[in-house]
């Protein structure tokens, strides 16, 4: 069975420090991942996904995710938080077919 | 390219009452669309798989007679919400995929939050 783990439920950093957002993945196979963006009151925006091309891929806003088979993580990651970065990340696998398991979700506060 | 769009975006209704929630595929043919649900500070729950023309698979535990899921069309899928009640409010949030391009992505609306009074 596919599914996702988010080690954190809130993350907060300093405006123009490093965000990392962590995601585990349990899969019998080399899966898909996928992070998604979403802003309060707001749907889901497609930030990168991995789709066992290169491992590391780098996505929209200057964030990236290292998909890394021997720890089974696909950690998000970004040089310098911006305020407008606050907001709730999800780690997703698909699965039977066409299915999405959405993780837990990582709350992601920006201070200034 | 691939925007898909909600309707209403908020909507509140009385208790006994049905609402339709609608979501459309603005650019692109939608083969399958999804419809999750999102209770406050909680992840995104997968409610039912619906392809055009054939009824909705609805994941364990989604009442079918409560959610009705209709896609009529490659462009469109409703939920409607019959009987709703206060349990029932919550964020709304369907997802299309596409027949071709990236087999597994899948373009999310922006989410319709209904509250049951």
């Known amino acids: 069975a596919q599914s996702v783990t988010q080690l954190d439920s809130h993350v907060s950093v300093s405006e123009g420090t490093p965000v990392l957002l962590r995601c585990n993945y349990s899969?019998?196979?080399?899966?898909?991942l996928f992070w998604y963006v979403q802003h309060p009151n707001k749907g889901l925006q497609l930030l990168l996904k991995?789709?066992?091309?290169?491992?590391l891929v780098k996505g929209i806003n200057g964030f990236e995710a290292e998909f890394k088979k021997s720890e089974t993580s696909f950690h998000l990651t970004k040089p310098s938080a911006h305020m407008s970065d606050a907001a709730e990340y999800f780690c997703v696998v698909p699965y039977n077919f066409n299915k999405f398991y959405f993780g837990s979700g990582t709350k992601l506060n920006v201070k200034p | 390219g691939a925007v898909v769009s909600q309707h209403p975006s908020r909507v509140i209704c009385k208790s006994g009452t049905s609402v339709k929630i609608e979501c459309r595929s603005l650019?692109?043919?939608?083969?399958?669309m999804f419809w999750y649900r999102q209770f406050p500070k909680q992840s995104l729950m997968l409610m039912a798989t619906?392809?055009?023309?054939?009824?909705?698979?609805?994941e364990q535990g989604v009442e079918k007679d409560k959610f009705l899921i209709n896609h009529a069309s490659l462009t469109l899928s409703t939920l409607t919400v019959t009987s709703a009640h206060p349990e029932d409010s919550s964020f709304y949030i369907c997802s299309a995929k596409t027949s071709g391009g990236d087999y597994n992505e899948q373009f999310f609306g922006p989410g319709t939050r209904l509250t049951v009074l």
């Open positions: 991995y789709t066992s091309a290169a491992t």
């Open positions: 650019d692109f043919q939608a083969t399958t």
């Open positions: 619906s392809n055009e023309g054939s009824k909705a698979t609805y």
């Open positions: 899969s019998s196979y080399s899966p898909s």
